[in-house]
């Protein structure tokens, strides 16, 4: 069953879940500005990950490399350490079309200082909370998934028309680092991809999202707490 906390900001919420409560947080932060970005939120939502994981559990962050003059994934990256999780791996999701920059003007212009490339590529930070997990026998993924993220490069290709975290995405991370009834969060949860991936694969998402333009369609994903 999942749970969706919207509208509310994830600042206010997320102090109140018992720690070591979650088996798998898995989301993408604001990185941009008019979404919400901040150093200060993205260092909040690290230090929460820490005390609300249960041990050996993972924390899966996708983020953007917009806007281009800050390496938004890179200060991601320091932070979650800061905050005492372990570095596993970076995957780079690469997409089919172009997020930013163009090289319509390195085309145009082809002289020294004018190349910017077409971006078609985000982070997948996975980090770790220190200690062990027991293992269990169940949640088997298929053969065609290990195919399709054999390498550190997950080419999971989307429309310029899907939402900014596509379905495939959520159910790769969610097969990998969760087993079937564990407990996903999404602190960002925009138009709740995380929680219909969940649903499907047996998990219960706790989504919180703060735009309250967004609820109608996150209604849809689960059961909705009063604020
Ligand atoms: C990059 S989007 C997430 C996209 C999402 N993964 C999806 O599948 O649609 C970031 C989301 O975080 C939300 N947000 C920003 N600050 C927030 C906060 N303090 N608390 C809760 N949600 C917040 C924004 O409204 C936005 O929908």
Redesign the pocket.
């Known amino acids: 069953m999942n749970t969706i906390h919207c509208p509310?900001?994830?600042?206010l919420v997320l102090p109140n879940f018992p720690s070591g409560s979650i088996q798998l947080i898995l989301?993408?932060?604001?990185?941009k500005e008019e979404?919400?970005y901040s150093v200060d939120?993205l260092r909040f939502f690290a230090r929460q990950a820490f005390s609300l994981l249960a041990e050996g559990c993972f924390c899966v962050v996708?983020i953007g490399p917009m806007p281009t003059k800050q390496d938004i994934s890179s200060r991601c990256s320091v932070l979650l350490e800061d905050a005492g999780l372990q570095f596993m791996f970076k995957i780079i999701w690469k997409k089919t079309f172009k997020r930013g920059g163009g090289i319509g003007i390195t085309f145009q212009y082809p002289r020294p200082y004018n190349y910017y490339p077409n971006i078609m590529t985000e982070d997948i930070l996975v980090y770790k909370k220190p200690g062990k997990r027991e293992r269990r026998k169940e949640g088997e993924y298929s053969r065609d998934l290990v195919m399709r993220c054999r390498t550190d490069v997950w080419e999971l290709y989307t429309s310029p028309l899907e939402?900014?975290?596509p379905m495939k995405l959520a159910d790769a991370a969610i097969q990998f680092w969760s087993y079937p009834g564990d407990k996903v969060l999404?602190?960002?949860?925009?138009?709740?991809?995380?929680g219909r991936a969940c649903t499907a694969l047996g998990r219960n998402a706790i989504l919180?999202?703060?735009?309250p333009a967004?609820l109608g369609e996150l209604k849809r994903v689960g059961r909705v707490v009063k604020h």
């Open positions: 509310a900001d994830c600042t989301t993408s932060p604001p990185y979404d919400g939120l996708n939402n900014a975290f999404d602190p960002f949860a925009g138009h709740g991809t995380v919180i999202e703060r735009n967004l």
